[in-house]
């Protein structure tokens, strides 16, 4: 009998244990992790793209623009972590534009632009910005107009 007991009280120790896990698990906290994915980011910025800019490019060419600037930005925040980067900005339609060229992928400078803008309204419908730099910060920072 003593046996049992010690069996049925291991068991109710798992399901303890078990339900504890479980219930960790199911934790969320505040402000958690957000995960940006260039697909996704493809599948919103695509439709929303203007009339105009859709006959000139499709998701292939989001695609490149997207990629070249994240390689501005991995680069850029590599190279000097104090340094303001400011995803969209003019240094970054200027390196896409200049990557794009380099590959034979002619864009307009306002195509890219766009891409850009939806790219940040996408990151912001997903939390991952808190907010645009107002004009006035961005001439703070020297940045000027995009």
């Known amino acids: 009998m003593a046996a049992f007991l010690f069996a049925l009280g291991l068991l109710v120790l798992l399901a303890i244990v078990g339900l504890a896990f479980y219930w960790q698990g199911s934790i969320r906290l505040p402000g958690a992790a957000v995960s940006y994915g260039v697909e996704d980011s493809i599948k919103y910025i695509t439709p929303r793209l203007s009339e105009t800019t859709r006959e000139k490019i499709g998701a292939r ?11 501005f930005l991995q680069d850029r925040l590599g190279a000097d972590s104090e ?15 200049e990557q794009t060229n380099r590959q034979g992928f002619e864009y307009e ?4 632009a ?8 996408y990151m912001e419908s997903i939390g991952a910005l808190a907010r645009p730099v ?12 995009v």
């Open 114 to 121: 766009e891409v850009m803008q939806l790219q940040a309204a």
């Open 83 to 97: 340094q303001v980067v400011v995803l969209g900005g003019g240094a970054a339609i200027d390196y896409v534009l």
């Open 134 to 145: 107002a004009d006035d910060e961005r001439d703070k920072m020297g940045l000027g107009d």
């Open 109 to 112: 400078r306002e195509v890219v």
């Open 61 to 71: 060419s989001v695609r490149r623009i997207l990629e070249w600037e994240m390689k």
